[in-house]
């Protein structure tokens, strides 16, 4: 069993909609979250970044994590074309030093004009 | 701020030779690096961490005398892809982690594509 599950999709919404990508996570010593969104061709860009369980909200993104149920989401609202990438989750015990980051296979969204 | 770049950002070799790749921090020091390696529409792999100063850390499964990582200052890190193969041909991105102590996470390079003919 991989340690970050991740459904790779292919998801097409319309513009406009509401997107929700989602992970799950079996190693319980995991506390840092983040989602990354990764256009083709270009290295991976941090969107958000979490600690232990609860919401952030950043513009149109939010972040969740629910630790009880090790489910860790990203909600894309008023979704545009230009958010058409591939979004990984990651996920760490730590965020110090030599600690690596274990990351979801990713998930490539289409936002239809 | 944060900004990591990477050289070159493609790259074609034919099988045989060795490839360098670069990995900079710009605007700050990083004493952790990592050298990740993504195949299509794969996610990203680690191959191993890097420290300034001493020898990298490789994943299981990856050949240290084959990619061999200097990490000679807090800014920059090298990959060297040595006595390439087709089978090499990816997509190499490193990602640097902020000072030490620090509990900021990664920021990645823009990659490089490596073609090995």
């Known amino acids: 069993q991989k340690e970050v599950e991740q459904d790779p999709g292919p998801l097409s919404v319309p513009e406009g909609a509401i997107v929700s990508l989602n992970c799950t996570y079996s190693n319980s010593a995991f506390q840092y979250f983040m989602w990354y969104r990764q256009y083709s061709r270009k290295g991976p860009e941090l969107l958000m970044y979490t600690y232990s369980s609860g919401n952030k909200e950043d513009g149109r993104f939010t972040a969740q994590v629910d630790k009880s149920s090790k489910y860790i989401s990203l909600f894309i609202r008023d979704s545009q074309p230009s958010d058409s990438a591939t979004y990984l989750c990651?996920?760490?015990?730590?965020?110090?030093?030599?600690?690596?980051?274990?990351f979801g296979t990713g998930t490539r969204l289409t936002i239809i004009p | 701020g944060a900004v990591v770049s990477q050289h070159p950002s493609r790259v074609i070799c034919k099988s045989g030779t060795s490839v360098k790749i670069e990995c900079r921090s710009l605007d700050f020091q990083a004493t952790t690096m990592f050298w990740y390696r993504q195949f299509p529409k794969q996610s990203l792999m680690l191959m191993a961490t890097s420290n300034e100063g001493s020898k990298a850390t490789y994943e299981q499964g990856v050949e240290k005398d084959k990619f061999l990582i200097n990490h000679a200052s807090l800014t920059l890190s090298t990959l060297t892809v040595t006595s390439a193969h087709p089978e090499d041909s990816s997509f190499y991105i490193c990602s640097a982690r902020p000072g030490t102590g620090s509990t900021d996470t990664q920021y990645f390079g823009p990659g490089t594509r490596l073609t090995v003919l």
């Open positions: 990651a996920s760490t015990r730590s965020n110090f030093g030599n600690e690596k980051l274990t």
